[in-house]
C-alpha cells in the first residue's frame, strides 16, 4: 500500500441509512464515507455524535461515487461541518450538473428499479442537490494520513467510471457499490452490484483491491463480507 507509518488504530462505524451505509472512520481524526440520500444529513450528524465525534471536528466527506443514494446529502453535511467533499473526476463532472451519474442495470429486477425511479415525481423527491467537489481525486492513490486515517483511497472503476475505495492499513475496505451483500441485490450473501457501467473492469478493480491487500469488504449495501467471497461474473 505504500504506508509507512502507523497511526491510532482505525474503528469503522457503518451508519444505517434509508437506502445504503455510510460509515465513519475514527482514528487520529474522522472521515466520514458516502452520505445517504438527499434529507439524511440531520441522521448523520446525529449518528457521528452518538459515537463521541461533533460535527466541526469532521475532517472530510469522501464519496465513493456519484449516485443518488451515495452522495445525496454530501452538500448538506459539508454545510453542517466545514468538512471538504472528496470525489472522483470522472463522477464529479455529474454531481455539479444536478444529473445521475449514468449505470446501467445488470438484471432484471435492476431494470424494475430504474422504470420506477424515472417517474417523475420520484426522481424530483430524491434528485441530489447540486454540489462541486472540494477534493478532486485522479487515478492515482490519495492518501488519508493528513486527515487522521492510516489508509488510501484507490480508483476502483466498474460501478461507475469515478467509483472509489478506502483501503485502510490493516486490510479492511470501504467498497461502495463495488458489491452487494443483500438487498437491493434480492441475493443474500457477497454478490456484484445490479447495476454498472462496466462488469469487466469492476472486476479487475476488485482483483487489483485484493492483490493489494483488502481482506475485508465494507460494502454500500449490506454487512461486511470477507472480501474474497465474492463471487465474480466477469
Request: proline content about 7%; aromatic content about 6%.
Amino acid at each position: 500500500m505504500g504506508i509507512q507509518v502507523s497511526l491510532t488504530p482505525t474503528t469503522v462505524y457503518r451508519l444505517r441509512l434509508s437506502a445504503s451505509n455510510a460509515y465513519l472512520l475514527l482514528a487520529n481524526g474522522a472521515v466520514l464515507v458516502d452520505s445517504g440520500l438527499k434529507g439524511e444529513a440531520k441522521r448523520i450528524l446525529a449518528a457521528v455524535k452518538a459515537r463521541g465525534v461533533q460535527p466541526l471536528d469532521l475532517k472530510l466527506i469522501l464519496l465513493t461515487h456519484g449516485h443518488m443514494d451515495h452522495a445525496g446529502a454530501a452538500k448538506e453535511v459539508s454545510n453542517h461541518t466545514g468538512a471538504p467533499i472528496a470525489m472522483h473526476a470522472s463522477d464529479a463532472r455529474w454531481g455539479s450538473s444536478h444529473q445521475e451519474v449514468p449505470a446501467p442495470p445488470v438484471t432484471s429486477w435492476a431494470r424494475m428499479i430504474s422504470r420506477l425511479l424515472s417517474v417523475p415525481a420520484i426522481r424530483k423527491r430524491m434528485a441530489m442537490e447540486p454540489f462541486t467537489p472540494d477534493i478532486i481525486l485522479e487515478d492515482g492513490d490519495f492518501t488519508l494520513y493528513e486527515f487522521g486515517i492510516p489508509g488510501i483511497a484507490i480508483h476502483t472503476p466498474g460501478h461507475t467510471a469515478g467509483s472509489v475505495s478506502v483501503l485502510l492499513e490493516d486490510g479492511r475496505a470501504v467498497v461502495g457499490d463495488m458489491a452487494m451483500n443483500g438487498f437491493p441485490s434480492l441475493r443474500f450473501q457477497p454478490s456484484p452490484p445490479i447495476v454498472a457501467q462496466n462488469l469487466g473492469e469492476l472486476a479487475q478493480s476488485w482483483r487489483m483491491l485484493c492483490a493489494r491487500g483488502a481482506t475485508t469488504a465494507y460494502p454500500g449495501h449490506g454487512a461486511s463480507f470477507p472480501s474474497r467471497s465474492l463471487k465474480l461474473i466477469a
